[in-house]
C-alpha cells in the first residue's frame, strides 16, 4: 500500500502517510501521487502551483486563506517541523470555528490535505522548516484574507515558547466573527 489516509478531528481533512522505504543508502517515498490520492483519499483536484516557504523557528504563519477564490492545498515539511494548523470556516459546518493541529516535520513523512473552506497557518519547532505546499488554485492576492492566529473564540493551543514572530499582514488578522468565511 503506498499510502495510508485518516481522517482529522475536522471533517474533510486527511492527514496522509506515505509509505517509506529505507535502507543503508537513505530513504525514497512518494510525495505525491495523483491517482492514489484520488483512489485512497477521495480527492480529485487538479494541482496548479507550489509554493514553498522557508521560515526561523518560532516564526508563525497564518491564519491564512482565499475568499471568493479558495485553495485546497496539500502541506508537507521538506526539512524541519511545524505545527500545522487548519480551521472550519465554513459557516454551515458543524464543525464551524473548531481546529486540528498536527506536527508534520521531514521525519514523519506527513502531508495534511486542506480543503477549500478552512483557514490555515503553522508554527516552526525546529531551528527553520522549509515547507511545501501544493494548490488546487492560484494564488490571488485580492481574495487573501487572514484570521488572527490568537483568536480568544478559536483558543488554539499553539506549543509556543514566548511571542511568535509574525508578518504585518498576521498582527492585523481579523477576529472570526469579523472576517469573510465561506457561506
Not at 471533517?11 to 490520492?37: A, T, W
Not at 488572527?148 to 514566548?162: H, K, M, R, V
Amino acid at each position: 500500500m503506498p499510502m495510508e489516509v485518516t481522517r482529522a478531528a475536522l471533517p474533510d481533512v486527511l492527514i496522509i502517510k506515505p509509505r517509506v522505504f529505507e535502507d543503508e543508502r537513505g530513504r525514497f517515498f512518494e510525495s505525491y501521487n495523483q491517482r492514489e490520492l484520488e483512489a485512497r483519499a477521495g480527492i480529485h483536484a487538479a494541482f496548479v502551483q507550489d509554493n514553498q516557504s522557508r521560515s526561523r523557528k518560532n516564526v508563525l504563519r497564518g491564519l491564512h486563506y482565499q475568499n471568493p477564490q479558495p485553495q485546497g492545498k496539500l502541506i508537507r515539511v521538506l526539512a524541519g517541523e511545524i505545527f500545522d494548523v487548519v480551521v472550519d470556516i465554513r459557516r454551515g459546518s458543524p464543525a464551524f470555528g473548531k481546529w486540528h493541529g498536527i506536527r508534520l516535520s521531514a521525519e514523519n513523512h506527513l502531508t495534511v490535505w486542506v480543503p477549500s473552506g478552512f483557514a490555515h497557518g503553522f508554527l516552526v519547532l525546529s531551528d527553520y522548516a522549509d515547507v511545501l505546499y501544493k494548490t488546487t488554485d492560484y494564488y490571488a492576492p485580492q481574495d487573501e484574507h487572514c484570521i488572527l492566529w490568537s483568536d480568544p473564540q478559536l483558543a488554539i493551543a499553539w506549543p509556543l515558547t514566548g511571542q511568535p514572530e509574525l508578518s504585518p499582514k498576521d498582527r492585523r488578522g481579523k477576529l472570526l466573527e469579523d472576517a469573510k468565511v465561506f457561506a
